[in-house]
């Protein structure tokens, strides 16, 4: 099976909104990326726009040669945007207002019948949909139940402990096992948070995750080595 990679840019904008100019312009940063080989461009908008912005929104989605994966929290605000410039595919996202970075996958019990409506309206309007959420058994189930096409499990956890060297054995049997569940549910399996080349290697060994989705890591190493290498460094890992 051929791993699909999706690229996160938003620190593309993160740099660009440090100056308050319009330089480095994510809409490129995508395109490039494309061209050296990435799957698809995954941008979070987020409720306080701490760097993608709907502008960025609005240009790249205008582009239907760009396979656009917008990550949004569960809201109203958000799915109106989303159903109004119909990126390809939604990924649904935890978001607090004050974390730095997404600290954990969604509370689907808590938000259940707020999530399935959401998810029913983007199926509805043929968006791809996925949930992100922590690699367990239960919240798998309930992605069945709410009818998304795919799930995106968490992979910070996995992460810091590969890059901490501890034993990280317990976590990847937890992805495994839900990766089979997903399978037999016809839901398709996706991974995120916190990889870089050696948690992609590990990851990759599950054989049921269909795409993997990078970006902190590639932008950072980007700056040292170019991001043509990097993008091509993990499809050749994947």
């Keep these: 099976m051929s791993i699909r990679l999706g690229v996160n840019i938003d620190h593309v904008a993160t740099l660009r909104n440090a100056r308050g100019e319009k330089h480095p312009d994510p809409y490129l940063s995508a395109i490039s990326a494309l061209k050296f080989g990435a799957d698809s461009i995954t941008i979070h908008l987020r409720e306080d726009r701490r760097h993608i912005n709907e502008q960025d929104l609005k240009k790249i989605s205008k582009n239907k040669k760009i396979p656009l994966n917008l990550e949004m929290a569960a809201n109203d605000e958000m799915l109106k945007i989303a159903i109004k410039y119909k990126p390809n595919f939604v990924c ?21 019948k707020k999530i399935k409506k959401i998810i029913e309206d983007l199926n509805k309007n043929k968006i791809r949909t996925s949930l992100f959420i922590d690699p367990n058994i239960k ?51 996706h991974a995120g948070h916190g990889m870089d080349y050696k948690t992609a290697k590990i ?31 993990f499809k050749k890992i994947l």
């Design 92 to 112: 649904i996202v935890p978001e607090k207002r004050k974390e730095i970075t997404t600290e954990g996958g969604l509370n689907l019990s808590k938000n259940y």
């Design 139 to 189: 919240d798998i189930k309930l992605a069945k139940k709410i009818g998304t096409n795919c799930v995106e499990l968490h992979t910070g956890k996995i992460s810091n402990q590969i890059k901490n060297k501890k034993n990280y054995f317990s976590e990847l049997s937890k992805i495994k096992k839900c990766s089979v569940l997903a399978n037999k549910f016809n839901i398709e399996v």
């Design 203 to 233: 990851l990759k060994s599950v054989n049921l995750i269909e795409e993997f989705n990078i970006g902190h890591f590639i932008i950072g190493e980007s700056i040292f080595y170019g991001m043509k290498k990097i993008i091509q460094n």
